[in-house]
């Protein structure tokens, strides 16, 4: 049939002549890639070069005079673990208070401002955002005037007679709130509170409001309705502002040094002692610091994991 369909001068068929034709080569698209070097480039040279660096630092032996070498040196990790596992218990436990206070006082203010704010949504959250333009440190600093003996939260806790009470079984408040572990702790909410309002705001203003209303033609109480509806929706929030406060807490020691005491020392000032004091704690600084990420990674994918939000990653 085809012979005859070519005598007689019929063309071939769509399909049949799709057949005989050579396949194309697809051409690749580079544009994607081009615009993901600029970022691949910053991540390599700022993250994963350091990184790598601190993990070869922490298995060398040496001193800044004689210079360091690659000894894979593993007992690093334990001298540091046991000459500062202190410094590592309290900067969790500062790091995790922190994050407790800032989720108590930031969900809240965020509710507040995504479903009553109304038009002054945008003010108020740039009243939230608009103190993180100062410098952190000039921030901390000004939390050792409100917290001194002469600070207006000091003579208020006084006239309370909350400073220098004693219990009847002998329980004794000081009468500094400075210096303290309290004073601590109000530094790091007050510097990363921002860091959970922020994504906190951003799960409340996706939820529809008529959710509310449909709890409450159910019969549900705003209780209820919150428990139900509201916190389930605002989990992804929950969860990004909890890591976004808990990470940087962890490391933090601007805070432990200007409102602490020789008590209160965390171990990102033990690292800083490591490096910036001692010849030879280039190795142990090191060991330090990759312990810290470890273990935050560990509890961050640990977290992540239990909330149920494995998407967040």
């Known amino acids: 049939m085809s012979a005859q369909t070519a005598n007689l001068g019929v063309p071939p068929a769509p399909a049949a ?16 890639y081009l615009l993901l070097a600029p970022t691949l480039l910053w991540l390599v040279v700022f993250f994963v070069v350091p990184i790598f660096t601190s993990v070869s630092a922490s298995v060398q032996e040496g001193s800044l005079d004689q210079g360091y070498a690659l000894t894979w040196r593993w007992a690093n990790f334990a001298d540091g673990w046991n000459q500062y596992n202190g410094q590592f218990g309290r900067s969790l436990l500062f790091a995790f208070l922190c994050t407790v206070f800032c989720l108590l006082m930031g969900y809240p203010l965020a509710y507040f401002i995504a479903f009553k704010g109304g038009r002054w949504k945008t003010l108020l959250m740039a009243l939230v955002i608009v ?16 917290l001194s003996d002469n600070g207006v939260i000091v003579h208020a806790l006084s006239s309370l007679h ?23 702790v109000c530094g790091m909410v007050y510097n990363f509170l921002p860091f959970t309002v922020l994504p906190l705001y951003t799960s409340l203003e996706k939820i529809d409001p008529r959710l ?4 409450a033609d159910l019969y549900c109480s705003p209780l209820a309705t919150w428990r139900r509806v509201t916190l389930p929706l605002s989990m992804p929030g929950v969860v990004g502002g909890t890591l976004l406060t808990f990470i940087p807490a962890v490391g933090d020691y601007v805070n432990a040094q200007l409102l602490g005491n020789p008590n209160t020392i965390v171990i990102g000032q033990s690292i800083e ?23 935050t990674l560990a509890i961050v994918l640990v977290y992540v994991k239990k909330a149920g939000t494995e998407d967040l990653l």
């Open 212 to 215: 509310h209303e449909a709890g």
């Open 17 to 32: 002549a799709a057949e005989s034709e050579p396949p194309r080569r697809r051409r690749r698209n580079h544009l994607p």
């Open 162 to 184: 909350i400073l220098g009470f004693t219990s009847a079984i002998g329980f004794t408040v000081g009468n500094h709130v400075l210096a303290s572990p309290a004073a601590v």
């Open 273 to 295: 002692h490591e490096f910036l004091q001692d010849s030879t704690g280039y190795p142990i600084a090191s060991a330090l610091s990759v312990i810290l990420m470890a273990a």
């Open 131 to 146: 103190p993180s333009f100062t410098s952190f440190l000039i921030r901390t600093i000004a939390w050792k005037t409100i």
